[in-house]
């Protein structure tokens, strides 16, 4: 009768696979809940650009598959009132901040 004992209280909780479905499923909401992703990057007209490029506004631009030009801009710009809306949102301080569509990459650079 001892043995039995001694069993039972050695072999505490058992491990049901439902924790894991119950784990993955808390991520999931997690990541839906507080979103992160890129956060708020707005697209923008070739004006603004030239705006940006008189101003030295922008820290870095990314041509993507030549269609799409991702611009980060400066962090001390970010403080201006004409970017307070790319400062907006995101968790990571390294996202793009506004987007473009450009046609020709060779027309884009002149």
């Known amino acids: 009768m001892e043995n039995e004992n001694e069993k039972k209280s050695n072999q505490g909780p058992k491990f049901s696979s439902y924790w894991i479905y119950g784990v993955i499923a808390l991520l999931l909401l997690a990541v839906n809940i507080f979103g992160f992703s ?26 993507i598959n030549e269609k799409i030009a991702r611009i980060y801009i400066k962090p001390e710009k970010l403080k201006e009132d004409a970017y307070k809306d790319a400062s907006e949102g995101g968790w990571s301080n390294n996202r793009y901040h506004y987007w473009m569509e450009i046609g020709n990459p060779a027309a884009f650079t002149n």
Request: hydrophobic fraction near 40%; glycine fraction near 4%.
């Open 38 to 63: 890129d956060g708020k990057s707005e697209e923008i007209d070739p004006q603004r650009m030239r705006q940006m490029v008189q101003d030295t506004a922008i820290a870095r631009l990314l041509i």
